[in-house]
């Protein structure tokens, strides 16, 4: 088995077997990352992987829009007012490489990140 089936089937193994909450970490982690790398991207001239880094970036975006319930709680709406924010933005900065709409993302996505893992451990270490 080579080294990246290994990897595939281990990321794999790890979501599968995570809870929601640690999915929803994974999946802003990732978000994130994405953002980095795409900014870095941009920086260097390296336009195709920015732009998959941001296309990436959007699916994860896609992806918990489409899994938000927005009447289980009465910030729901507000947060899929964020999330199609966040995908014209990510679009754009593809679009026209703005370093800047990059920056504009992270600034959302990172706080959102840190308090969706704070919850889950939280929630972690509740009694069941």
Known sequence: MSAASLRAR???D????????QVLVMLYDR???????AQTAVRGGERAEASEQLQHAQ????ELLASLDVDAWEGGPRLA????????ELV??????????????????????DAWRQAAASLAGSPS
Do not use: H
């Open 92 to 113: 754009q900065a593809n679009v026209k490489l703005d370093p800047n709409r990059i920056s504009a993302c992270r600034q959302v996505v990172e706080p959102l990140r």
């Open 10 to 12: 281990y990321l794999g």
């Open 59 to 62: 699916a994860i975006v896609l």
């Open 31 to 37: 978000l994130a990352l994405d953002l980095e790398r």
């Open 81 to 88: 007012a964020l999330y199609n924010w966040l995908i014209g």
């Open 14 to 21: 790890a979501v599968a077997t995570s809870s929601p909450q």
